[in-house]
């Protein structure tokens, strides 16, 4: 069964202390690991794609890595305003849905 | 682009109503997806449309959850009865040929 599990489940960050969220998961044939921002209140907003391990995409203060096994999502130098929740989803090959883990919940602190 | 729309934002019932919740997709996007959100088990995928037609409603919790997709532009979740433990937010996400799903705001359901 395909498996996507974050970690930690929250963060709490001081302004300007940089960390890495992580996304493990297994699944077959994996056709793109993705990564959401997802405000209280709102639905999920989309952040990056990620296609092949050794792949990374950054923007502003977040920065998404894959290997086969894994992604992180490395946040450097935060702000309050990123104070959010992350959600990470997996889709395999074909036209399939996208599986979620459950989620980190960031939290900074100025 | 208004991005994915969903209708209501909030809705409060009573137990043993009916429910609908609508979504209209992203114009020129092909499939739909319908999840459900709980602090308890996060983002579930209850069914999703492809060219309108339903291809996986194994995640529909009972047979008290239904769902359309009249046409491309026009999706409706319904719960009948409704009870308190389908108190959650429900989530529309449209894709196009692209891999990336957009979603909408949600709709926060209470059923008392």
């Known amino acids: 069964e395909d498996q996507v599990t974050q970690s930690p489940e929250a963060l709490r960050l001081q302004e300007g202390e940089s960390s890495s969220l992580n996304c493990s998961y297994t699944?077959?044939?994996?056709?793109?690991l993705f990564w959401y921002r997802q405000d209280p209140g709102k639905g999920p907003e989309f952040l990056f794609t990620l296609y092949s391990a050794g792949e990374e995409k950054e923007k502003e203060r977040l920065k998404a890595t894959l290997t086969k096994k894994e992604s992180f999502l490395h946040i450097t130098a935060p702000k309050p305003e990123d104070s959010a929740t992350y959600l990470c989803?997996?889709?395999?090959?074909?036209?399939?849905?996208?599986?979620f883990g459950k989620g980190t919940r960031l939290s900074v602190i100025a | 682009d208004a991005g994915v729309i969903q209708s209501p934002r909030h809705e409060v019932t009573e137990m043993g109503q009916e429910v609908t919740l609508r979504c209209k997709p992203i114009?020129?996007?092909?499939?739909l997806f319908w999840y459900r959100q709980t602090m308890m088990r996060g983002l579930e995928l209850l069914i999703y449309f492809n060219n309108n037609v339903p291809i996986d409603d194994s995640g529909m919790p009972e047979d008290r959850f239904s769902a359309k997709m009249p046409n491309a532009s026009f999706s409706t979740l319904k719960i009948q009865p409704s009870e308190p433990r389908d108190s959650a937010v429900y989530f529309c996400?449209?894709?196009?040929?692209?891999?990336?799903?957009?979603f909408g705001p949600g709709t926060r359901l209470t059923v008392l």
């Open positions: 996400a449209s894709r196009g040929d692209a891999f990336e799903q957009f």
């Open positions: 114009s020129g996007h092909n499939s």
């Open positions: 989803a997996v889709q395999k090959s074909g036209n399939t849905p996208l599986v």
């Open positions: 699944v077959s044939g994996l056709r793109g």
